[in-house]
């Protein structure tokens, strides 16, 4: 996926390609269907020993397929050479699969039902995924070891420690710690990223909308 591209480089910062916003309404015959508010899991296949379940900061390897309501694939493990590797809570992918993945079982295979605010927004990715759209990722669990430790990014552009990011935080964690931007500036580079992980709208960024590295909130 090419969003899995630029988060990798960009994940000591972190500005994965997630995930905002209003969910989409959807009419049919004048009757509004509403539309998904949290992450569905539903159980494909049952692992037949449940060894060892998926926790924070596991590292995984998966076969996936992800798909939109229409069957339409945006996406499929299987073209690559090798099974895909990710670390939960690691950053680096949308936080449907954060919050759908942790508690399956080695061997399970979870489809994930994955709203727009937990999955690509209001934008979409160009791989596909039209804005708003509810994607669907069947996910097979094919092992499961200790991930290295998570950093803490976001208390590293916290500076105010106010537990809540800033405009002027994330501008100035870009123009000090970031070399490539996203963006032409600094602060081309922060309004991108609000405009993926500032869910409510409220002009912050908080601990649990933020996507990125970060310790557990206590």
Request: aromatic share 10%; hydrophobic share 35%.
């Amino acid at each position: 996926m090419e969003e899995i591209k630029m988060k990798r480089l960009l994940q000591n910062i972190i500005l994965p390609l997630t995930f905002l916003c209003i969910l989409v309404t959807l009419c049919h015959c004048e009757k509004k269907k509403e539309p998904l508010d949290d992450v569905k899991i539903e159980i494909l296949k049952k692992s037949e020993k449940c060894e060892r379940k998926v926790k924070r900061g596991d590292l995984l390897k998966v076969k996936y397929k992800g798909y939109l309501e229409n069957g339409k694939v945006f996406d499929d493990s299987e073209k690559q050479k090798h099974p895909f590797v990710f670390q939960v809570d690691g950053g680096t992918m949308i936080k449907g699969w954060q919050l759908g993945l942790k508690g399956a079982c080695l061997g399970e295979t979870r489809k994930l039902i994955i709203p727009p605010k937990y999955g690509f927004g209001e934008y979409g990715n160009p791989v596909g995924i039209p804005g708003n759209s509810i994607v669907i990722f069947d996910i097979e669990i094919l092992s499961i070891d200790d991930g290295p430790e998570i950093p803490d990014t976001f208390s590293s552009i916290d500076f105010d420690k106010d537990k809540r990011l800033s405009r002027k935080e994330v501008e100035r964690f870009f123009k000090e710690h970031v070399k490539d931007h996203v963006g032409k500036t600094p602060a081309d580079s922060a309004n991108l990223m609000f405009m993926y992980e500032d869910i409510d709208k409220d002009d912050y960024i908080s601990h649990f909308e933020f996507n990125g590295p970060k310790h557990v909130e206590l």
